[in-house]
């Protein structure tokens, strides 16, 4: 099969590898659509301690189930799927507390097992076991499909916050996840949705997206802006969605007296430290969050989301290419004239 295979620090090479085999209890699919994560930019820029090269990347998978061995249940050969990246072990003390996408056995797909960056993608039997496999209604297409992986992290993240009914939510950060991030909180109940984002390029590509207020941070003072949009009193939910230190200290400060605020981007290992106001979060009570992952369970919540129309996936899809060009796609989204590029094999 063809294959994207990466080969060390900004070296992705398509070119001809084997194809997988059938695992015992699991299923073999032809990869139809398998999207560019954030994450997979930074391993191609930068490496990763989980996958040492080569090694085949890729998680956001939609694809037809082309094989499947004795005794699997619940899907089918010829069966149109997307796949939950990460596979929790269901026996951690994280599993049955509920906290599956904090498993502290997970394994992943692009990065413990072979990614989606190529024509084939084994399933394994963990994977099978732990329900990562959804079936994806007629209405939705691959590209749509493949989206549900970082559409659960989203999901993810807003739980945690519980953004609800009448709440009014700042998202730093215009790319995909941030504009996933403004549709979500939408459909939750948000009345008042603040974007903001310092590449305006990108800030135009989220204004499709329908927030109610568009800031641009490299233009004027993005805290004192949702101060005067919220009339002096802050976000009830600040959701820094980019990977960026000085977003974290400036969701603090756009917080209103006990706000929830979201550091949903990771950062550089390298530079990890943020410069963070602790009074502001002890004498307005504020409640910070992490936000890691998904769940199998989230990852069919948000295919139903994306089925009922209420993501607007085609938006958010700007790019389609081959899997030939694979680097390009990731030119285009590491210069922000994309938002979501969709790859296929």
Not at 185 to 203: K, T
Not at 214 to 231: L, N, P, Q, R
Request: include cysteine.
């Amino acid at each position: 099969m063809q294959a994207a295979i990466y080969e060390g620090i900004e070296k992705l090479v398509v070119r001809e590898t084997a194809s997988p085999d059938l695992p015992e209890g699991g299923v073999l699919l032809k990869v139809k659509s398998c999207a560019i994560c954030g994450t997979d930019l930074r391993t191609y820029h930068h490496g990763s301690s989980f996958c040492e090269p080569p090694w085949i990347i890729g998680h956001e998978v939609a694809g037809e189930v082309v094989e499947v061995a004795k005794n699997v249940s619940g899907v089918a050969r010829g069966d149109r799927v997307t796949v939950a990246a990460g596979i929790p072990c269901g026996t951690c003390r994280a599993c049955t507390s509920g906290w599956m996408h904090l498993c502290s056995n997970v394994k992943a797909h692009g990065f413990h097992y072979p990614g989606g960056f190529a024509e084939y993608m084994a399933v394994n039997q963990s994977a099978v076991t732990q329900k990562a496999l959804s079936v994806i209604g007629e209405s939705v297409t691959y590209d749509q499909a493949a989206l549900a992986e970082p559409l659960s992290c989203v999901i993810n993240g807003q739980e945690l916050v519980n953004v609800t009914l009448g709440d009014t939510v700042v998202v730093i950060g215009a790319g995909p996840i941030g504009c996933m991030h403004v549709e979500v909180a939408r459909a939750r109940g948000a009345v008042c949705i603040i974007h903001v984002e310092q590449n305006r390029l990108r800030l135009e590509k989220a204004m499709a997206f329908g927030a109610d207020y568009y800031v641009d941070a490299s233009k004027e003072d993005a805290v004192a802006k949702v101060m005067e949009i919220t009339g002096g009193r802050g976000a009830n939910v600040v959701i820094s969605a980019c990977a960026a230190k000085e977003a974290q200290g400036q969701a603090v400060k756009m917080a209103a007296l006990r706000g929830r605020v979201s550091f949903f981007g990771g950062l550089p290992k390298s530079d990890s430290i943020a410069a963070i106001d602790g009074n502001i979060i002890h004498y307005k009570e504020l409640a910070v969050f992490g936000a890691f992952a998904s769940s199998p369970s989230q990852n069919r919540l948000a295919l139903d989301l994306i089925t009922s129309g209420k993501i607007r996936t085609d938006a958010i899809i700007t790019h389609k290419l081959p899997l030939v060009e694979i680097v390009e796609g990731i030119g285009l989204m590491d210069r922000g004239e994309a938002l979501k590029v969709v790859i296929h094999p």
